[in-house]
């Protein structure tokens, strides 16, 4: 109605949020809400390093000064990070000058499109179903968006599809998305995909997304080295518990780095994430130790689903499962989303399927029960 509103914008419809509450009490309506699709941590912070949090807040934090925008020592902390995580030899190893940080890995796909693709008629490619902020962000900034399928069982790209994409004169692909391990399908980058995504040209910028990397432990860092149209995503919502503070990181070639700071805006992020950031990343062997038994509770969860003759689920790299009805099943995926709800499970119907992501023990058993009862009750006696 308002007509100085871009069209692009005026047909979008906008991402929807899962219904949380600043003060954390979602389930106000229900007695128990179980979260299980956005794919963060089950655990908070544990008490200790949040009145450690609580402490900064007091003192060095000075609330009325703007934040640290050379984000100098966070970037020195997580190149760290990464070098460790990595197994980088010192010769090898990345330098903070290869960081840059964004208000959520969000903000670092934005800036990348603003960096790269804005304002030039250059697109972007994608494999879906992947994840829908690439998609999304591009939309919003006039950016055309050419996506191509996976394949139905192994969910590997279409490489012979995603190749005539590149070929293609119109639009010209300037930026191809990658998930490393994909979600919502859980899947990490084949060999395949991996030599693809290596003959791509210098003028195609490869954006690989390891915000399930702390789980997957696959990670293409070791390859940034030998190829400068390469960056890597990765983000604190999930491993590290701080999706409530938004941060998140991409690893590249300087001179691109030195393109994302420009583009960003220069207090992006606030001083109260840098310093939780900073202390998550002090704390590191803790919080990553829960890291295996989610593994155990994922594959666990996994064989017990799978043994519901409706269900396909799918292996994962990741903290979260993807499964899909068989075609006889006798439930729609918008109907298994909807009643689960109303018990009090919200998970994710996306792709064609559902996403799970795997919470504490009893959650993991509730959505088995729940999803089990549910076929159960349509189940026809035989
Ligand atoms: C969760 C997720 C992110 C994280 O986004 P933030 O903005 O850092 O919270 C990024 N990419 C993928 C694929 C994700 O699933």
Redesign the pocket.
């Given at each position: 109605m308002l007509s100085f509103i871009r069209p692009a914008i005026a047909q979008l419809s906008a991402y929807k949020p899962h219904p949380g509450s600043i003060t954390g009490d979602a389930a106000s309506h229900s007695p128990v809400l179980d979260r299980l699709d956005t794919?963060e941590s089950a655990n908070d912070l544990p008490e200790e390093l949040k009145q450690k949090l609580a402490q900064l807040y007091l003192h060095p934090l000075e609330a009325n000064r703007y934040p640290d925008g050379s984000h100098h020592q966070l970037k020195e902390a997580i190149a760290q990070y990464v070098n460790e995580s990595a197994q980088l030899t010192p010769e090898s190893a990345l330098s903070s000058a290869q960081i840059c940080l964004?208000n959520?890995?969000?903000?670092l796909i934005r800036s990348i499109l603003m960096a790269t693709c804005l304002g030039e008629s250059a697109g972007i490619l994608t494999a879906n179903p992947t994840?829908s902020?690439y998609g999304i962000l591009a939309q919003t900034l006039g950016i055309p968006v050419v996506t191509v399928d996976r394949d139905s069982q192994t969910f590997e790209t279409d490489l012979q599809a995603a190749q005539h994409a590149i070929d293609s004169p119109r639009p010209p692909i300037r930026v191809v998305f990658m998930?490393h391990p994909n979600?919502p399908t859980g899947n990490p980058l084949t060999t395949q995909e991996i030599q693809w995504l290596e003959q791509l040209p210098p003028e195609i910028l490869v954006v690989i997304?390891e915000?399930?990397f702390e789980f997957s432990q696959h990670t293409l860092v070791p390859e940034l080295d030998r190829h400068p149209n390469w960056v890597i995503?990765r983000?604190?919502?999930?491993a590290f518990r701080l999706?409530s503070h938004?941060?998140?990181y991409a690893i590249g070639h300087p001179e691109f780095i030195e393109a994302l700071e420009k583009v960003r805006l220069p207090y992006n992020l606030p001083t109260f994430s840098q310093l939780a950031a900073l202390l998550v990343l002090q704390n590191r062997q803790p919080l990553l130790s829960a890291i295996d038994p989610l593994l155990q509770e994922r594959e666990h969860l996994k064989e017990r689903l799978n043994q519901i003759s409706q269900l396909n689920v799918w292996p994962s790299a990741a903290n979260f499962l993807y499964a899909r009805l068989h075609s006889t099943a006798q439930l729609t995926h918008q109907e298994i989303g909807d009643r689960l709800k109303a018990q009090g499970t919200l998970i994710r119907h996306t792709g064609g399927g559902l996403r799970i992501t795997i919470g504490n023990p009893d959650e993991n058993q509730r959505t088995y029960q729940r999803l089990n009862s549910l076929f159960a009750s349509v189940a026809i006696p035989n």
């Amino acid at each position: 109605m308002l007509s100085f509103i871009r069209p692009a914008i005026a047909q979008l419809s906008a991402y929807k949020p899962h219904p949380g509450s600043i003060t954390g009490d979602a389930a106000s309506h229900s007695p128990v809400l179980d979260r299980l699709d956005t794919n963060e941590s089950a655990n908070d912070l544990p008490e200790e390093l949040k009145q450690k949090l609580a402490q900064l807040y007091l003192h060095p934090l000075e609330a009325n000064r703007y934040p640290d925008g050379s984000h100098h020592q966070l970037k020195e902390a997580i190149a760290q990070y990464v070098n460790e995580s990595a197994q980088l030899t010192p010769e090898s190893a990345l330098s903070s000058a290869q960081i840059c940080l964004g208000n959520g890995s969000d903000e670092l796909i934005r800036s990348i499109l603003m960096a790269t693709c804005l304002g030039e008629s250059a697109g972007i490619l994608t494999a879906n179903p992947t994840f829908s902020m690439y998609g999304i962000l591009a939309q919003t900034l006039g950016i055309p968006v050419v996506t191509v399928d996976r394949d139905s069982q192994t969910f590997e790209t279409d490489l012979q599809a995603a190749q005539h994409a590149i070929d293609s004169p119109r639009p010209p692909i300037r930026v191809v998305f990658m998930v490393h391990p994909n979600s919502p399908t859980g899947n990490p980058l084949t060999t395949q995909e991996i030599q693809w995504l290596e003959q791509l040209p210098p003028e195609i910028l490869v954006v690989i997304d390891e915000a399930y990397f702390e789980f997957s432990q696959h990670t293409l860092v070791p390859e940034l080295d030998r190829h400068p149209n390469w960056v890597i995503l990765r983000t604190f919502s999930k491993a590290f518990r701080l999706a409530s503070h938004r941060v998140g990181y991409a690893i590249g070639h300087p001179e691109f780095i030195e393109a994302l700071e420009k583009v960003r805006l220069p207090y992006n992020l606030p001083t109260f994430s840098q310093l939780a950031a900073l202390l998550v990343l002090q704390n590191r062997q803790p919080l990553l130790s829960a890291i295996d038994p989610l593994l155990q509770e994922r594959e666990h969860l996994k064989e017990r689903l799978n043994q519901i003759s409706q269900l396909n689920v799918w292996p994962s790299a990741a903290n979260f499962l993807y499964a899909r009805l068989h075609s006889t099943a006798q439930l729609t995926h918008q109907e298994i989303g909807d009643r689960l709800k109303a018990q009090g499970t919200l998970i994710r119907h996306t792709g064609g399927g559902l996403r799970i992501t795997i919470g504490n023990p009893d959650e993991n058993q509730r959505t088995y029960q729940r999803l089990n009862s549910l076929f159960a009750s349509v189940a026809i006696p035989n």
